[in-house]
């Protein structure tokens, strides 16, 4: 049984190992339509639970500066129009998922002052579908609950004590070291691509780091970077202040959108 449950590991990690366009490696083991149609679901189910915001101004700001990101979305990654949903809640918030969906909260504007700052957010946010993120996520997530239950039949088979406290310790193991920091990984990575996705939109790239820079005022008390799914504020701003110079290659101001954030 264990010689099973491995070699199906082996086998999903081999067939499935690509690279992102950051050339970090990725394994995938599920399709885009599967990802696609779970995203258009969970999309669903959100506007149904969540109150989505009525202001005309605030929705009309949020999709311009969502329309020129995704103008430049490659069109592998999705075709067509992409959904833009206001989500009127004070969360400091935003995502992106398969299938064209983007949900903004109102929350996150009140620390994004601006379109270069708010084309930061959705840009990052895409960034996470453009390099496949969630296929990902979900791949490492099933790849460990595979080698977790090979744990637990080599265990069992070979009549090791305290089975418990081996299994409480690989379950450690896997979430801070796998799974946490390939989130980190992935939220870094995300800043990158946004970063460079905006400056290419005509969005002022140094927004990005303004942007965290104003993130860092709003989240005193975050744990420590190895105890969390993302960077420390500090990494993510010393990351965009480097690759401020290659972003900067594909803004041009002569193609910088006109989106006015409305007054409160």
């Given at each position: 049984m264990k010689i099973k449950l491995l070699c199906c590991l082996a086998v999903l990690t081999l067939s499935a190992c690509t690279k992102s366009s950051t050339g970090r490696n990725q394994i995938m083991l599920f399709s885009d339509n599967e990802l696609n149609k779970m995203g258009a679901q969970s999309f669903d189910e959100m506007k149904q639970s969540q109150k989505i915001s009525q202001d005309t101004l605030l929705n009309n700001y949020v999709y311009c500066v969502a329309d020129k990101i995704t103008a430049n979305v490659p069109a592998d990654v999705h075709k067509g129009a992409w959904e833009v949903i206001v989500f009127d809640s004070k969360q400091v918030n935003a995502f992106a998922l398969p299938g064209g969906k983007i949900g903004v909260y109102t929350g996150i504007l009140n620390v994004a002052e601006n379109q270069h700052q708010l084309a930061a957010i959705i840009g990052h946010?895409?960034?996470?579908?453009?390099?496949?993120?969630?296929?990902?996520?979900?791949?490492?997530?099933?790849?460990?609950?595979?080698?977790?239950?090979?744990?637990?039949?080599?265990?069992?088979?070979?009549?090791?004590?305290?089975?418990?406290?081996?299994?409480?310790?690989?379950?450690?193991?896997?979430?801070?070291?796998?799974?946490?920091?390939?989130?980190?990984?992935?939220?870094?990575?995300?800043?990158?691509?946004?970063?460079?996705?905006?400056?290419?939109?005509?969005?002022?790239?140094?927004?990005?780091?303004?942007?965290?820079?104003?993130?860092?005022?709003?989240?005193?008390?975050?744990?420590?970077?190895?105890?969390?799914?993302?960077?420390s504020n500090s990494t993510r701003i010393s990351d965009l202040t480097r690759n401020l110079p290659k972003a900067q290659q594909y803004y041009s101001s002569s193609n910088t959108p006109n989106c006015v954030k409305p007054n409160k």
């Open positions: 946010e895409v960034g996470h579908v453009i390099e496949h993120h969630s296929n990902e996520r979900m791949s490492a997530n099933f790849a460990s609950q595979i080698a977790v239950s090979s744990a637990q039949v080599l265990l069992a088979a070979n009549n090791v004590e305290n089975k418990g406290l081996w299994m409480a310790g690989l379950g450690l193991g896997v979430q801070y070291g796998l799974i946490m920091p390939y989130s980190r990984s992935h939220e870094s990575e995300a800043d990158i691509i946004g970063q460079n996705l905006m400056a290419k939109s005509g969005f002022l790239p140094k927004g990005a780091i303004t942007l965290w820079e104003n993130m860092a005022k709003v989240s005193k008390g975050a744990p420590p970077e190895f105890l969390s799914t993302h960077p």
